[in-house]
């Protein structure tokens, strides 16, 4: 009896371990790459109302279709990109995609015309492809199910934490305005950029592809991660050829894409055209603000957001996801976001989009724990793949029909009821889908 006890006291303790040097190791440099990810995928909203949009001359339709056609290059390759993930190894391909998109990135700083911009963004999206769900994959083969929420949430605190140190970072280098003789959104890009060339080569080295390569566990610690992770694997859909065709014919699949195409369009909407609506302050209101200004009101929504995303995320782990761990917060950001541009003042505008950023990032660490629950293996590189494929439609649709919409009306009201109606479907399927796939360890 006392031995039984002393070996589970002895294995929890390996499972604890195993659990923090992974925590410290590994998620945040994922992390931080996928910082720099995002940071390169919006430089264009600080970009568009700090001169860009100016001097290419651009309608807001036409900013919206250049913040978009990013996603056309990127979904088109989504899917094979996360099945040479799997088949050529993380460290590999994740280096291979970031060094790629740095240099994309850093071509913008010289694009002197609308089709040039329409011709980087492209290719830029196509660069990035399958950056995102390679990291969520290569995060979801460390760690088993009832560490996964936890581990995805402190990987996704970097979205937000890029908007809150990001914003005011890109500020000020638009403010090197003359610098090499370039504008000052010019500057920008080039300086965005760099950072991915850099950490793309250090991956390389840094990023273990399984836990048998991973040095810094113990023997123990690698032995219980493979056991555990192993035991996962029986009864989820796994292989390839037809198996892999099944997870992309699976109803749970699609369902789970269409819930994070209307999140995603929110974050999206917000994404690239929030730094426009705050400096429009300046006519709705009467306000003045300087570039660093806006910078740091563009960041505000997003301190709060990061700490909604982890304690919303905690609750999650320790009750196990449910459905209402999606639907809530999809909820809140429906109703708040189409709100927030009927506030009277630009503080309450800023608080009501306060609320959506909490809602729409404490959605989505939590709903990515729901796809590793049946998929594995192949199976998972084409399934997370063609759920993100789907969902980032709406990073092409969100910033086009809001440029498009707030052309034809002169206003963004309709463009956020828009998003409103979109978060509330998303919101509505979340509920369901407790039904069709279960949390063994829900409590």
């Known amino acids: 009896m006392n031995a039984t006890l002393n070996l589970s006291d002895q294995e929890q303790q390996v499972e604890k371990s195993a659990i923090r040097k992974i925590s410290i190791r590994l998620v945040p440099f994922i992390a931080l790459m996928f910082f720099i990810n995002f940071l390169d995928r919006t430089a264009i909203s600080f970009a568009g109302p700090n001169g ?14 250049a913040a978009g056609i990013f996603f056309f290059g990127y979904i088109i390759l989504e899917i094979p990109s996360n099945l040479a993930l799997h088949k050529y190894g993380a460290r590999r391909w994740l280096s291979r995609i970031m060094v790629t998109w740095g240099v994309v990135s850093m071509l913008f700083t010289w694009v002197s015309s609308i089709n040039g911009l329409y011709t980087l963004r492209f290719l830029l999206g196509i660069a990035e492809a399958g950056f995102f769900p390679g990291a969520i994959l290569y995060l ?3 760690v088993p199910g009832r560490h996964r929420a936890k581990i995805l949430a402190l990987f996704y605190l970097a979205q937000p934490l890029t908007t809150v140190i990001g914003a005011p970072i890109a500020s000020l280098l638009i403010q090197a305005h003359g610098l090499f003789g370039y504008e000052g959104w010019r500057i920008m890009f080039l300086g965005v950029s760099v950072p991915a060339v850099v950490v793309g ?7 273990p592809d399984t836990p048998t390569a991973a040095k810094w566990l113990t023997p123990n610690e690698r032995d219980w991660l493979n056991r555990e992770l192993a035991k996962e694997e029986a009864g989820k859909l796994s292989g390839h050829g037809s198996m892999t065709l099944q997870a992309l014919k699976d109803k749970r699949v699609w369902l789970l894409s269409f819930i994070y195409f209307g999140l995603i369009y929110g974050l999206y909407a917000l994404a690239f055209f929030l730094p426009t609506i705050i400096a429009g302050f300046e006519t709705k209101f009467g306000t003045k603000f300087n570039v660093f200004d806006k910078g740091l009101i563009t960041a505000i929504p997003y301190l709060p957001a990061a700490i909604a995303l982890f304690f919303w995320s905690r609750d999650a782990s320790k009750r196990g996801v449910r459905a209402w761990h999606v639907g809530i917060p999809a909820l809140v950001g429906a109703i708040s976001i189409p709100l927030a541009l009927l506030m009277s003042s630009p503080e309450a505008t800023v608080i009501a989009i306060t609320l959506t950023a909490c809602a729409i990032f404490s959605a989505l660490p939590n709903f990515w724990s729901f796809p590793s629950r049946f998929l594995t293996g192949a199976a998972a590189a084409a399934g997370i793949a063609l759920i993100n494929t789907v969902g980032n439609l709406a990073g092409f649709a969100a910033p086009y029909i809001t440029g498009a919409v707030k052309d034809a009306t002169g206003l963004y009201e309709m463009p956020m009821f828009i998003v409103g109606g979109l978060m509330l479907i998303s919101a509505l399927l979340a509920f369901s889908i407790g039904k069709t796939i279960k949390d063994p360890s829900a409590k």
């Open 52 to 65: 860009m949009t100016q001097d290419l001359g651009m309608t807001a339709a036409q900013f919206g279709f």
């Open 140 to 142: 979801s083969t460390w």
């Open 201 to 207: 080569i250090i991956t390389w080295f840094y990023l």
